[in-house]
T-cell receptor, first 115, second 114 residues
Framework: AQSVTQLGSHVSVSEGALVLLRCNYSSSVPPYLFWYVQYPNQGLQLLLKYTTGATLVKGINGFEAEFKKSETSFHLTKPSAHMSDAAEYFCAVGAYGGSQGNLIFGKGTKLSVKP | DTEVTQTPKHLVMGMTNKKSLKCEQHMGHRAMYWYKQKAKKPPELMFVYSYEKLSINESVPSRFSPECPNSSLLNLHLHALQPEDSALYLC?????????????FGPGTRLTVL
């Protein structure tokens, strides 16, 4: 079975500081991995995805993530936080087989940005 | 057009009411989804349609009834809901069911059941 674990339900950084949101996955097959962002009272927006190929994936709004098979990780980073980055972030893995169509989400990490 | 639209944005209903949520996409996607999201939780999958046929029903109570009239539209009919059904209902679409297809989400309908 596939699963996603996001370490830290709440991360707080200062404006201009590095953002690091952690995601570890479990999958018996090569995973398809996604990061989504959700602003208050809105739907989810795709930040980036990893399917195959280059392990460093660049997304929107200056975010990037690196797929590390040896560590089963897909951590999200941004060099310099902006106030507008404050939101809920979800890591997800695309399901296989009979559950195709299912996105398996982590529990989410709320990012706060201090001025 | 890379947008998924949902109506209404907000809905308040009593436990005896019948209402419907609507979702529309014009990206040519062949898979569409309904999710339920409670506060401070990730979205929970309810239903998946592929090529206008129900593909996945995650053991959702029968008071929720999905409908896919055509490849662009997805409805969720609501009847005799309970207060615990109050949540944000999200619609999403993707090119297909394969796990590498990203899902595009709508803004959601905030449902309150009194």
């Amino acid at each position: 079975a596939q699963s996603v674990t996001q370490l830290g339900s709440h991360v707080s950084v200062s404006e201009g500081a590095l953002v690091l949101l952690r995601c570890n996955y479990s999958s018996s097959v090569p995973p398809y991995l996604f990061w989504y962002v959700q602003y208050p009272n809105q739907g989810l927006q795709l930040l980036l995805k990893y399917t195959t190929g280059a392990t460093l994936v660049k997304g929107i709004n200056g975010f990037e993530a690196e797929f590390k098979k040896s560590e089963t990780s897909f951590h999200l980073t941004k060099p310099s936080a902006h106030m507008s980055d404050a939101a809920e972030y979800f890591c997800a893995v695309g399901a296989y087989g009979g559950s195709q169509g299912n996105l398996i989400f982590g529990k989410g990490t709320k990012l706060s940005v201090k001025p | 057009d890379t947008e998924v639209t949902q109506t209404p944005k907000h809905l308040v209903m009593g436990m005896t009411n019948k209402k419907s949520l609507k979702c529309e996409q014009h990206m040519g996607h062949r898979a569409m989804y309904w999710y339920k999201q409670k506060a401070k939780k990730p979205p929970e999958l309810m239903f998946v349609y592929s090529y206008e046929k129900l593909s996945i029903n995650e053991s959702v109570p029968s008071r929720f009834s999905p409908e896919c009239p055509n490849s662009s539209l997805l409805n969720l009919h609501l009847h005799a809901l309970q207060p615990e059904d109050s949540a944000l209902y999200l619609c999403a679409s993707s090119q297909g069911l394969a796990g590498y297809n990203e899902q595009f989400f709508g803004p959601g309908t905030r449902l309150t059941v009194l």
